[in-house]
């Protein structure tokens, strides 16, 4: 084996980072990472407290639709308007309210609203997309993310929604996790937990549209949820648990982003492989954890009752 | 705190579960609330609790009707079931007191009230870890956050073991020693050891009994 071998991921990695400080792509992508594994599962850790995971990638799903329609409208009509995120965005919140209406409009079968905005979405999806040209290149990138594609406008869009978001997070904190924890409560205190609902499903639906850019529709829940998942199994208290969701995130993103340039695979899919991954070792520890507590507490019992 | 009710009837949709409910209660007052299961305790009590849209001139809290009534903080609330709450989710006592006080916490105050309750050396166990009979106590810490002066409890030592029952009832009958006025439901109150003034009987929807200033030991 030559040295060249064994220094080749080290080297390798040494080109990540160059990458990194001399290629604006690269730092872009990095931006965004940073900035969407900080938010999804901050935002995330709401939803999964409401048990309302299948909500990102409802919400995903619509959002697609108004990414195809904005294709429609560009390649198809020719209309100027600019980025298909916008619309994106639009459809995003739109589906958010409809979940919202749909779930007061069943409620005792609040779940049903997923499936019925998820086929809406997914219908209006494939038609807009056959309309305006078929499975191309940028709707391969909304399905799997295009981080390295990024542009500085997006840049901008992003930071400005993590700032609102951490600004009303710290400004609302005793509300949101009130209502979040237990609505029945929140209405007692006198809050006004439709009114509270309705902007918090619109930043949800913005997030998620955001987070579109990063691993895709098909991809998006992974990353408000799996942080989280593995996060609850580990955390001592609330917030320790939201910072160690946003820790697994942002480790995964790194890793994912350093991975996938390395090896020259899709970031996308990488990020939310190392999630995964997280919350397997998160688990596997944590049983392994578990099963020497029993034996531990096991064995002092036997000691106990030794006969003399 | 003083509640008075007046008349009320009230149903869900074609079903008629109270039926012309009138009683008060007066400030610092002890009032249980009998009955079996079904008789209509819970709705009225959800009615009290603004959950439950009744008709105007119906339930008078400190002599404003209930659809005018903005002050709900005066008002401690511990549902007969915590399934309301998420408690699987990581979050520790202090945090979910800390939440359920919207204005400022005093630290002293915040201190002596989970002393009070019983709670202090659980204020940093998460609330997964804790039993039925610590965790019922951390709800009713919680309706107390706000210096409640009407606290109402629904059903509170279901699934409780006996030693947390006693306890309970030493804490809520010291509440209403220091001027708490309390609403007791309960399906059972032989069982019980509230000091309670005033006791309904509701069957059928319907009040069917009232004793007044009943103490027992």
């Known amino acids: ?5 064994v220094f080749e991921p080290l080297f390798l990695s040494m080109g990540f ?4 400080l001399e290629r604006t792509f690269m730092q872009r992508a990095l931006m965004t990472g940073v900035l969407i594994g900080f938010l999804a599962p901050l935002i995330g850790s709401f939803v999964v407290i409401k048990r309302l995971s299948m909500i990102a990638d409802t919400l995903s799903h619509f959002t697609l639709a108004g990414l195809s329609i904005g294709l429609f409208f560009i390649n198809i009509l020719a209309l100027p308007i600019g980025d298909p995120l916008y619309i994106g965005m639009i459809f995003a919140v739109t589906g958010a309210l409809l979940i919202e209406a749909l779930r007061n409009y069943y409620q005792n079968y609040k779940e049903i609203s997923m499936p019925i905005v998820i086929s809406l979405g997914t219908a209006l999806s494939a038609l807009f997309i056959s309309l305006s040209g078929g499975f191309t290149s940028t709707v391969y990138n909304y399905l799997f993310g295009s981080i390295l594609t990024v542009s500085q406008q997006f840049i901008y869009i992003i930071t400005a929604t993590t700032i609102i978001v951490i600004v009303l997070i710290a400004v609302f904190y005793k509300k949101i996790v009130i209502v979040s924890f237990d609505e029945s409560y929140a209405r007692l205190l006198g809050i006004n937990v439709n009114v509270f609902q309705f902007f918090t499903t619109i930043i949800l639906g913005l997030v998620i549209a955001l987070a579109i850019e990063t691993v895709g529709v098909l991809l998006v829940s992974s990353l408000m949820i799996i942080p989280v998942a593995a996060a609850m199994k580990v955390g001592r208290s609330f917030k320790n648990t939201l910072l160690i969701a946003i820790l697994f ?8 982003l350093w991975l996938s340039y390395v090896v020259g695979i899709p970031s996308g899919a990488t990020i939310v492989l190392f ?10 520890i944590k049983k392994l954890f578990s099963i020497q507590q029993t034996l531990k507490k096991d064995s002092s019992e036997n000691e106990k009752t030794k006969p003399i | 705190m003083r509640i008075k009710v007046d008349n009320l009837s009230f149903g869900y949709d074609y079903r008629t579960v109270l039926k012309n409910i009138s009683f008060t209660l007066e400030s610092g007052e002890f009032l249980v609330l009998v009955g079996n299961n079904g008789s209509g305790k819970s ?10 849209r009744v008709p105007s001139n119906r339930i008078y809290i400190d002599d404003i009707d209930i659809h005018q009534y903005r002050q709900w903080i005066n008002i401690g609330y511990v549902p007969q079931k915590f ?8 979050i520790t006592v202090n945090e979910i007191l800390t939440v359920s006080r919207l204005s400022k916490i005093d630290e002293e105050a915040r201190l002596s009230l989970l002393d009070k309750i019983g709670i202090l050396e659980l204020q940093n166990e998460n609330i997964n870890s804790l039993s039925g009979g610590q965790l019922q106590r951390v709800f009713i810490a919680r309706a107390l956050m ?5 606290l109402i409890l629904d059903e509170p030592t279901v699934g409780v073991d006996s030693d947390s029952i006693s306890e309970f009832y030493r804490l809520i009958n010291n509440l209403n020693a220091e001027g708490v006025s309390i609403i007791l439901i309960t399906h059972d109150v032989k069982a019980s050891k509230a000091n309670f003034t005033k006791k309904l009987r509701m069957e059928n929807g319907r009040l069917t009994e009232t004793l007044d200033n009943e103490v027992t030991s």
């Open chain 1, 17 to 20: 980072i160059r990458a990194v």
């Open chain 2, 43 to 52: 709705t009225l009590v959800k009615c009290l609790l603004g959950i439950n």
């Open chain 2, 83 to 90: 399934d309301d709450f998420n408690y699987e989710f990581p």
């Open chain 1, 275 to 284: 999630n995964i991954s997280i919350l397997l070792l998160v688990v596997i």
């Open chain 1, 249 to 256: 995130s942002e480790a995964s993103v790194l890793l994912g």
């Open chain 2, 146 to 150: 706000n210096n409640p002066k009407l």
């Open chain 1, 1 to 5: 084996m030559m040295i060249e071998d």
